[in-house]
């Protein structure tokens, strides 16, 4: 299926490609961190345990409205997850590689 | 065109939309911030500019391998883009929704 979906993409011109990349962005779920932390089913206290801090650090780093990529990278690994920073332009999307690992 | 995504995307299954979604990211080209500008045409002064900043500040900037969000944000605004933090996991993405303007 993956396979169909790059054969798919390799049949469209460049616009429409761009398109169905905005439109597939706008149509990703949008979640606060907290409730990504629940969707995972952990604990502040877990999470806090796998980040070497305490459940009231996490929970002052839940309520931030701006901090560090390498915080919110942490943040989202100690889940199990992978952070990915887009750069969204009216002509398609690009990956911001500066903060790789 | 960006019609027709969508109705493919709405047919397929949980798994295979999640494997799409990682394909689609893991395709998406890969820049660093100055390269980003560069395929914009716009030059360190020019960007300074935008940002009420000096182009030293601008170099100092495209050189740093952490930074604040806001910080990232307002340098891709500057180029008339957009931000976006994409958590990937195994069954999916999310957008983190913390920081949004």
């Known amino acids: 299926m993956a396979k169909k979906f790059a054969e798919l993409e390799a049949r469209m011109a460049p616009e429409a490609r761009a398109q169905a990349q905005a439109l597939y962005l706008q149509h990703l779920k949008e979640l606060p961190l907290h409730e990504l932390r629940k969707a995972q089913e952990l604990s502040q206290e877990a ?36 952070l990915e920073i887009i750069a969204t332009f009216a002509d398609g999307q690009v990956k911001i590689e500066n903060f790789a690992e």
């Not at 309520?63 to 997850?81: C, E, K, P």
Request: cysteine-free; charged content about 25%.
């Open 47 to 82: 999470l806090a345990k796998k980040l070497h801090i305490n459940q009231a650090a996490v929970s002052k780093m839940e309520r931030r409205t701006d901090m560090y990529i390498s915080t919110l990278r942490n943040y989202i690994q100690a889940m199990g997850g992978e």
